[in-house]
């Protein structure tokens, strides 16, 4: 029953994953539109066909999208006219992903400080709830890799975490700051295993100094 429970987590990530990565074309696209052609509150946008010919995806995967984003009172759909963006700005609930799509740099700061909190409070909660046969396995692929997967090493600690909503979170704000095309960072395979190896050692002080060293962080940990 355990593993059946753990298969089906894994697979609802996994299609978490994809349904957000689509989710975030589809914002990107939006908001290229709207910094290109100028476009403000009661301006059509693109049809379902046509983002689905753009992006390349299903039209089943920009229905739901679309559908969401109307949901969320950021755009709206008129029957026999198309689909319009809506004036979203007294939305206190779409606070944020309103001004990500107006490439709100303050915005951009926020995704990056959240999902860097996340990290640390998972990498807090793996050294508590300790999980020695999964730190083996994730130093082995660290010391075994010609390059280390950044994604894949912090999915594998908060798995160890042990904390669903933290998952969840961290995937789409990991899609959010992949989809900002900042410059990729490379680490040394040293870094990570400084963050493993302070974790065996229940050591918070090393680990968090370990984490702002891996993100060049030069400023304490509470005030990223």
Not at 43 to 51: A, G
Not at 155 to 177: G, Q, S, V
Request: glycine share 4%; hydrophobic share 40%.
């Amino acid at each position: 029953m355990q593993l059946s429970e753990k298969a089906s987590d894994k697979a609802i990530v996994k299609d978490t994953n994809q349904s957000s990565k689509v989710y975030i074309e589809i914002v990107k696209q939006l908001r290229e539109l709207i910094t290109t052609n100028r476009l403000s509150s009661g301006d059509k946008i693109p049809s379902e066909r046509e983002l689905s010919e753009r992006l390349n995806v299903g039209r089943s995967s920009v229905r739901e999208a679309l559908r969401a984003l109307e949901l969320l009172g950021l755009i709206e759909t008129r029957r026999g006219e198309g689909t319009f963006l809506r004036d979203f700005r007294g939305h206190h609930l779409v606070q944020l992903l309103s001004t990500f799509i107006l490439e709100d740099e303050k915005a951009k700061r926020d995704v990056i400080e959240t999902k860097y909190y996340i990290e640390m409070d998972c990498l807090q909660l793996a050294l508590k709830r300790q999980n020695a046969d999964s730190l083996q396995l994730l130093r082995d692929k660290v010391e075994h890799s010609y390059a280390v997967n950044d994604d894949e090493f912090f999915y594998r600690i908060i798995e160890m975490a042990d904390n669903h909503l933290f998952l969840r979170m961290w995937i789409i704000l990991k899609d959010y700051y992949n989809s900002l095309m900042f410059k990729e960072e490379q680490h040394s395979k040293d870094g990570y295993i400084r963050l493993i190896e302070a974790i065996e050692a229940m050591d918070v002080a090393e680990l968090l100094s370990a984490y702002r060293q891996l993100r060049n962080l030069s400023i304490s940990a509470d005030k990223i």
